[in-house]
Nanobody
């Protein structure tokens, strides 16, 4: 499966963005979908993930209550709604797909990655 993330941009603290991930190739519903981010000078970290059907989600503690992950298997797309953004949310955000059934938080469990989209939050 090929993934393409888009929707990043520059936003003020307290603002919002909606990231999207377009999938092509194999059936999108065959994969758990996750979002990860990498801030300048830091390692890649888990943000959120959603099960194949969309019925189960998992979030990093740092984004719980502010970010919402969703997917539309009919349209082969996934989304990450980012609300109440903070400067520390500044990072390149990647969507990823996993062939495992479990909604993992570890990046090593994800087999396919999009190219990333930059989110910059100004204070």
């Amino acid at each position: 499966v090929q993934l393409q993330a888009f929707g990043g941009g520059l936003v003020q603290a307290g603002g919002f963005l909606r990231l999207s991930c377009a999938a092509s190739g194999r059936t999108f519903s065959s994969y758990v979908m996750g979002w990860f981010r990498q801030a300048p000078g830091k390692g890649r970290e888990f943000v959120a993930a959603v099960s194949r059907s969309g019925s189960s989600t998992n979030y990093a503690d740092s984004v719980k209550g502010r970010f919402t992950i969703s997917r539309d298997n009919a349209k082969n797309t996934g989304s990450l709604q980012l609300n109440s953004l903070r400067p520390e949310d500044t990072a390149v955000y990647y969507c990823a797909a996993s062939t495992y059934l479990t909604v993992y938080t570890q990046s090593l469990k994800y087999d396919y990655w999009g190219q990333g989209t930059l989110v910059t939050v100004s204070s």
